[in-house]
């Protein structure tokens, strides 16, 4: 049997201090509920003194039978000089109706002196007292000892008495902070195993990431002997966030051993941190350890045949294990392999000759300044109608814009579309904040009567980069637009010295794309019956 | 003195494999003399065989007098059962007029059999054969150990062996390679320390972050022996990305003690890592530790009251020491230093109500998307209008743009200006490659014969960046044009949800600045004589 670690995310906590980060109560809750199908041990959900909104989650949480996760309430020690029974952050903790508080007071004697302004001694009882009034109420205590290890380098005697005090009181588990992130692993792991000799209550590790090492730091805390890692759902929090949960869960039970999560619950990991990220309104970071977009894909060549003979060749897990896939992408560097992946994926077939012909066709698009990597939807575009297995859904006659500012007014956009769909021809203008998103109105406009389909999918995502920056104006230019429907999403490209001609292109293949993909699932549909 | 480590850049070679990531030749250019400038010791700058783009960079970059660093070229070891005189790759190399040659070769067994499908005796003969041929010809040859960690594991007599049969062929450096990026700290230390008992030749180390711990291992590898990190400027790199410099360099300086960069230098890294960031056009991330924008932000209460009091209560490292600074979120504090630099330097002198009234307007601005730190002749013209020191020289009526796109034509797009000029109405048209093109087309042919100084000026840069993507096509955008003439060049910016407004704006204000310019020249001319 693998030793158990347990998890304690504090995504609605810690990680709601991020900068730009901001979580409604809804928001919190729809996460919380996400976090305990996962398996988590513990879900810090805020602090109910410090801010009211975390008050109505804690009490509208109280309604939620929880699987798993027991939910933490927030808080400090008392003030210096007052008594913890008539201390309005504790007795909050003790109205949010939760099983655990997790209550931070200073292990470092300069933020003792300097930040509360107060005597050694003192901070102390501060600690023992309010501790101890919470455990008198039922409450499991776990004690954070904030800047445990900046503290434990200055003082040690004063950071270990600290610890002492908080298990002497009653707590269930005591905490080691590393605040400010700037840690190195070989330090922690020699303050752990000396917190070890002293204490007998369990320990917990709580790491941040200002230097870089919040993970790393997080696996030496658990290899000398913490049970208890604390952190976010991507990292988020404040300044370069919290110790990262999707990369020190995967580490520690697929590369160390532990048990971490119930059996089988490490595949979810990638959808919920793509939940996380959605609910919080953060672009997933692509290159993500683990669970990002890009964690998985291949673009040199030499990686991808050598990928696609052995796979750990080129792949330190499998990505099933954590819920991500495998990605081919293509790109200059490419070599046939790559396409021959993605052939298969449409379920294409390729003669010799055909497949030059096309890697020619990508070879000479790319130096025109296409860029496919990202574009898997205009690749496939590309690769049925070279080879003539592709069927236009509509023909476009022209497309117009008009763009008209006068000084002091916002500026007019507005596009006109002609297309035919078999013999009908629609004839139509849209206006828009900017002449793309005019274009995007009146070919939707144009589409959606016809093709329901186009008005389930969206588009999220817009980005311009212009290629060959020193010829200003007369530059070219790319337009990447990432498009979503209910179950998924694509990505299609265009390449114009004219920004409106290169948008234009990304938006015909997104909306073609969006018909293609819905007439292959209504084929898979009449085939499963 | 403090113990020197070799940096070893190869942003421009494997950076350049991440996803999305696509560098022009002048791209590559700029970066390289950027990392000079920085001090590292080398810079990869491509696989010259593999991609003629990387050649055209060599060749190019022959022309360059180069401080501190040495480039670079890339390679793999010769082909099974080939000859290294007559391979073409190795012959690339030295055809690309480097100093340093660095070559790939496998060093686990289970990728010699699998995927290059040799013998393990041939490819230690392709090994040093590739070193040999290379040193012969004059160059320092760094031998890189590819998968070394895993084929350690998996057969460390073998893996040894390529080291040694690289060392005894004449190679300067063996790097350690964790390819597939998913090593834990303490099997890279006990790897190294191995390897220091075998083999004389330096040892360099080349990690990926697949388990979020690139940074740890490379820490790791140095303690237990490196003297050479190999990683890219904001852990750029496929899949995961690589060892991230700008994290590795401040632990290793300001943290263990060693020596990187030149002294000072470390100090213009987080200027340098911006740097990169917009010539790959990628959002920088304001979490990234050291650098980002948000790795020193502090939110309101009790972290900024304990900031000010004493920073290191709350600061890991002095945010100077990486050229990064302090932010208080929700402060007016930032700026208006800045400001009052920018008024003496345009001569202007401001009451503190009017300089109250100017922080506001640009803050209000800023808010909006606005970046006045790129283009300084827009906050110029901005500060003279608020403050009333402004005359307009011309006044616009209005400006129109039409885009016609029909499929297998060229779009066509022209531009209507009218405006005033004292009494006199100009109203002309021209035509452009794009929207924006035909608009700098129309409104110089307007101003250019009433004021001959337009002829004399050239637009030289024009960049996009799409402010809020997730809104796809009705998103914010910023436009930032850069312009020259004869003796200097100045910058401007727009921005607008329409691409057609933002890039008015900027175009506007970079030819009003011209004429500001101008003017000012003629006022200092006038009063010398």
């Not at 954070?144 to 503290?151: K, L, Q, T, V, Y």
Request: proline content about 3%.
């Amino acid at each position: 049997m693998p030793e158990k670690i347990y998890v304690y995310d504090t995504t609605l906590r810690d990680g709601s201090q991020g900068e730009g980060i901001s979580l409604s109560v809804e928001d919190k809750l729809k996460i919380a509920a996400r976090l305990d199908r996962l398996g988590v041990d513990y879900i810090e959900g805020g602090w109910p003194w410090a801010n009211p909104k975390d008050m109505e989650f804690f009490l509208r949480a109280r309604e939620i039978i929880w699987r798993q996760a027991k939910l933490a309430a927030f808080g400090r020690t008392r003030k210096p000089g007052g008594k913890a029974e008539e201390d309005a952050n504790l007795l909050a903790i003790r109205r949010a109706g939760v099983k655990v508080a997790t209550i931070f007071g200073k292990a470092w004697d300069l933020h003792v002196t300097a930040a509360l302004e107060t005597t050694l001694e003192e901070n102390l009882a501060m600690i023992a007292d309010s501790i101890a009034f919470l455990v008198e109420a039922g409450l499991e205590v776990i004690f954070d000892a904030e800047h445990f290890f900046d503290g434990f380098k200055a003082n040690p005697d004063y950071a270990l008495a600290t610890l002492k005090a908080a298990a002497a009181a009653g707590a269930s588990w005591v905490v080691l902070c590393d605040t400010n992130g700037g840690c190195l692993p070989g330090d922690v792991a020699a303050a752990v195993a000396r917190v070890r000799q002293e204490i007998q209550v369990p320990l917990g590790i709580h790491t941040h990431n200002d230097g870089d090492l919040a993970v790393a730091n997080t696996l030496a805390a658990v290899t000398a002997g913490c049970r208890q890692v604390q952190g976010t759902i991507n990292g988020l929090g404040e300044r370069c966030g919290n110790a990262n949960l999707c990369s020190v869960l995967p580490n520690l039970e697929l590369k160390m051993g532990y048990q971490c999560l119930p059996a089988g619950q490490l595949s979810f990991l990638t959808e919920v941190s793509r939940y996380v990220s959605e609910i919080a309104n953060v672009v997933p970071a692509g290159n993500q350890p683990f669970v990002g977009y890009s964690a998985f894909a291949h673009k040199g060549g030499i990686h991808v045949s050598a990928v696609l003979k052995a796979s750990h060749t080129y792949e330190h897990i499998r990505p099933q294990l954590v819920g991500n896939e495998r990605r081919i992408l293509m790109s200059d560097q490419a070599g046939a392999s790559n396409l021959r992946c993605k052939v298969e994926e449409m379920g294409l077939e390729l003669s010799p000759e055909k497949e030059r012909a096309v890697m020619n066709g990508i070879k000479e698009m790319e130096r025109q300044g296409y860029q496919f990597e990202g574009a898997d939807a205009s690749l496939e575009l590309f690769l049925r109608k070279t080879t003539g297995e592709y069927r236009q859904p509509f023909e476009v006659e022209y497309v117009k814009t008009l763009v008209e500012k006068r000084p002091g007014q916002e500026a007019i956009a507005e596009a006109i579309v002609k297309l035919k769909v078999g013999d009908q021809v629609v004839h139509t203008a849209a206006e828009g904040n900017g002449p793309v998103n005019a274009m995007d109105n009146a070919l939707r406009k144009a589409l959606e009567e016809v093709f329901p389909a186009i008005g389930r999918m969206r588009l999220t995502d817009y980005k311009v980069r212009v290629l060959d920056e020193k010829d200003a104006t007369s530059a070219k230019v790319r337009v990447l637009i990432e498009s979503r429907d209910g179950s998924s999403s694509w990505n299609t490209v265009g390449v114009s010295t004219n920004i409106i001609e290169a948008s234009w292109e990304a938006l015909l293949d997104s909306m073609e794309y969006a018909l293609l993909k819905q007439s292959r699932e209504l084929n898979k549909k009449a085939a499963a019956t």
